[in-house]
């Protein structure tokens, strides 16, 4: 579903229990520096350890 083509229908949202967040964001500008810094500068994120996808319960509360 896209918002421009298709309005947001609250009623079954509401219906189901559903919880509508939004989150502020920068515009295009903006993420294509932050992704030219990462590149420029090779930021990685660290990784402590790894999951198998059966232990998935134990990785979220880790």
């Known amino acids: 579903m896209t918002f421009d083509?298709?309005?947001?229908?609250?009623?079954?949202?509401m219906g189901k229990g559903a919880t509508v967040r939004g989150i502020a964001v920068?515009?295009?500008?903006?993420?294509e520096a932050?992704?030219?810094a990462i590149d420029t500068h090779k930021i990685r994120p660290p990784i402590d350890r790894?999951?198998?996808?059966?232990?998935a319960k134990d990785a979220y509360q880790a």
């Open 5 to 13: 083509d298709d309005p947001l229908e609250f009623g079954s949202l």
């Open 26 to 31: 920068g515009n295009a500008q903006m993420y």
């Open 34 to 36: 932050m992704v030219q």
């Open 50 to 55: 790894r999951f198998r996808f059966e232990d």
